[in-house]
């Protein structure tokens, strides 16, 4: 499929959706959100692909809603019936689908991330950025509070003091803070950004893909588990499923005794 406002390339078992609209620091647009989403199932349904990389040209990752797209979240706007349909809206829809990717994915944050942009990055498994990463909430400062997914994602990878605290003043943080703050899982050299970025991904998709969808899954559920017994559930519904790949099971056995990288199928 070809994409206006993104590129989606493959290396080896790996997908990397770079967003190309660098003028506008890759600001999300109404034409780059419903590409985001078309990348997501895309890559969602192609069985050779293990993990998604996320990043942006230029000096931005995403500047977040593009306020000229015609598209922006107004709370004084009376909803069509469109709208009421759509409980979450497009920046709801873009946080349900990146999130929402059973495969592993990775935000390569190579410039400012702002408002919805932080967004994007926060929905996504592992963030690696560098000293010239720059994250910043943004929506106190338009009058708004917090959308996107964000306050649901950042307080689950920061805590809640820390989530608050960028939330209620806005103020921007730098690579290395982002990582003091758990917000970056890698903090590397900016040159090399995607290398770094790749060889993470690499590392994630030697392992056996139906036990990675499984893992991801049930990491996700239990995030939101009442207690031990629903979380013991959910595991044991998550090992059902890795189960679903038999060869997988005798290659991991196979290759420990023979003493040989494993090759996974998916089988």
């Known amino acids: 499929m070809t994409y206006q406002d993104l590129t989606l390339e493959r290396d080896g078992q790996i997908a990397i959706m770079t967003l190309?609209?660098?003028?506008?620091?890759?600001?999300?647009?109404?034409?780059?959100?419903d590409e985001i989403e078309a990348v997501c199932a895309e890559v969602g349904s192609d069985d050779d692909v293990r993990a998604l990389i996320i990043t942006g040209e230029g000096r931005g990752f995403s500047a977040g809603a593009d306020l000229t797209s015609g598209r922006t979240v107004d709370p004084d706007a009376v909803p069509s019936q469109d709208d009421r349909l759509?409980?979450?809206?497009?920046?709801?829809r873009q946080a349900m689908a990146v999130?929402?990717?059973?495969?592993?994915?990775?935000a390569a944050v190579n410039?400012?991330?702002?408002?919805?942009?932080?967004?994007?990055?926060?929905?996504?498994?592992?963030?690696?950025?560098?000293?010239?990463?720059?994250?910043?909430?943004?929506?106190?400062e338009r009058n708004l509070s917090p959308d996107s997914g964000m306050s649901?994602?950042?307080?689950?990878?920061?805590?809640?003091?820390?989530?608050?605290?960028?939330?209620?003043?806005?103020?921007?943080?730098?690579?290395?803070?982002?990582?003091?703050?758990?917000l970056l899982n890698r903090l590397v050299e900016h040159d090399q950004l995607l290398e770094e970025s790749l060889k993470l991904a690499n590392e994630i998709a030697v392992?056996?893909?139906?036990?990675?969808?499984?893992?991801k899954r049930t990491v996700q559920r239990n995030l939101q588990a009442d207690d031990l017994a629903e979380a013991l559930r959910n595991e044991t519904s998550g090992l059902r499923f890795s189960g679903l790949a038999p060869n997988?099971?005798?290659?991991?056995?196979?290759?420990?005794?023979?003493?040989r990288p494993p090759k996974f199928t998916g089988t």
């Open 20 to 33: 190309r609209r660098p003028e506008k620091l890759n600001a999300l647009g109404a034409v780059l959100h």
């Open 86 to 92: 759509d409980e979450y809206g497009w920046v709801g």
């Open 99 to 106: 999130y929402g990717l059973e495969k592993p994915t990775i």
């Open 111 to 140: 410039g400012v991330a702002v408002g919805a942009g932080m967004s994007l990055a926060l929905a996504c498994d592992l963030r690696v950025g560098t000293p010239q990463s720059r994250f910043k909430t943004v929506f106190i």
């Open 152 to 182: 649901y994602f950042l307080p689950r990878i920061v805590g809640y003091s820390k989530a608050v605290d960028l939330i209620f003043t806005s103020r921007a943080i730098l690579g290395e803070e982002a990582h003091e703050l758990g």
């Open 207 to 215: 392992w056996p893909p139906l036990a990675m969808r499984s893992a």
């Open 248 to 259: 997988d099971a005798k290659e991991s056995r196979a290759s420990f005794m023979e003493k």
